[in-house]
């Protein structure tokens, strides 16, 4: 099945726009208020959220795997593509699992998606450093994942009802 340029066009767009958020995120120092080393706000995942909503769960995967792929050659951090990547499938796995659930909204749908990119993050972790040591940081990443959960998610709510599907966009 090949991908139209259209809608080609559409993950590269949304991609450069994650890429820019997660750079940007960087720049924003989270951990003076929540002193966790390497805890961001998640600012990429309101893409994550908008291609789940309004495109398809293929292109939001694509979209993901680009952004990590990217993130971390352009930061340098090649090690950092394991806990991006591990966090942000199990984050859009999870959103697109309860977005099927008419009872959830995007905002309890977020927080969900952060606390399971902080659990694929501790699980990377683990495989890493080859033991559970990691556990011990869980706890506080969830606690945190509720209030950064909040905040992309009700910015997600005015992007996907405010923002039109990029195909009704008249050219």
Same mark, same amino acid.
């Given at each position: 099945m090949s991908i139209s340029l259209r809608r080609l066009t559409r993950c590269a767009v949304l991609t450069a726009l994650a890429l820019a958020l997660s750079v940007a995120e960087?720049?924003?120092p989270l951990t003076i +208020?929540? =002193? /966790?080393?390497?805890? !961001?706000?998640?600012?990429?995942? $309101?893409?994550?959220?908008?291609? &789940?909503? !309004?495109?398809?769960?293929?292109e939001a995967l694509l979209i993901l795997i680009a952004r990590c792929l990217l993130g971390s050659l352009l930061g340098g951090n090649l090690?950092?593509?394991?806990?991006? $990547?591990? #966090? #942000?499938?199990l984050a859009l796995a999870v959103m697109a699992l309860l977005l099927r659930l008419s009872c959830l909204s995007l905002f309890g749908v977020s +927080? @969900?998606?952060?606390?399971?990119?902080?659990?694929g993050q +501790?699980? @990377?972790?683990?495989?890493? &450093? #080859? #033991?559970t040591a990691p556990l011990v940081?869980? =706890?506080? $990443? /969830?606690?945190?994942? /509720?209030v950064t959960g909040a905040v992309t998610g009700g910015v997600s709510? /005015? &992007?996907?009802?405010?923002? =039109?599907?990029?195909?009704?966009i008249k050219s």
């Open positions: 960087g720049l924003v +208020i929540f =002193p /966790l080393p390497g805890l !961001r706000l998640g600012l990429a995942n $309101l893409v994550t959220v908008y291609a &789940l909503c !309004r495109l398809s769960g293929r090690m950092a593509l394991a806990f991006s $990547l591990t #966090g #942000g499938l +927080i @969900a998606g952060a606390a399971a990119h902080n659990t +501790i699980l @990377a972790a683990m495989v890493v &450093l #080859g #033991g940081y869980l =706890p506080p $990443l /969830l606690f945190c994942s /509720l709510i /005015l &992007l996907v009802h405010r923002v =039109p599907a990029l195909g009704d």
